[in-house]
Nanobody, 114 residues
Framework: QVQLVESGGGLVQPGGSLRLSCTAS????????VGWYRQSPGKEREMVAI??????LRYSDSVKGRFTISRDTTKNVYLQMNSLKPDDTAVYYC?????????WGQGTQVTVSS
């Protein structure tokens, strides 16, 4: 029902920054949960950041203090990534959830390397 498209990934040097964007095909209401997940080859998909109703936030311990999730009032979700490390290299996925409804984007590759 909801299509999500990520953008903003790419190659960046350690210590650099990237801002990922997720655009939905419809308005993401405030009562929806939005989040970012990532997956590297040979690893399980992991939660990176989640924003819930009322602006509640949850971050993976590995990104606390470096990443920031945000959203606008319409259909966009963002992930600001600072002080990037090689271990941040992964495909990043946008997620929108409301009750039994769960939507995923196609993912965008982030590569942190010298």
């Amino acid at each position: 029902q909801v299509q999500l498209v990520e953008s903003g990934g790419g190659l960046v040097q350690p210590g650099g920054s990237l801002r990922l964007s997720c655009t939905a095909s419809r308005i993401i209401f405030n009562q929806y949960f939005v989040g970012w997940y990532r997956q590297s080859p040979g690893k399980e998909r992991e939660m990176v950041a989640i924003m819930g109703p009322g602006g509640t936030l949850r971050y993976s311990d590995s990104v606390k203090g470096r990443f920031t999730i945000s959203r606008d009032t319409t259909k966009n979700v963002y992930l600001q990534m600072n002080s990037l490390k090689p271990d941040d290299t992964a495909v990043y996925y946008c997620n929108v959830r409301y009750g039994p409804q769960n939507y995923w984007g196609q993912g965008t590759q982030v590569t942190v390397s010298s």
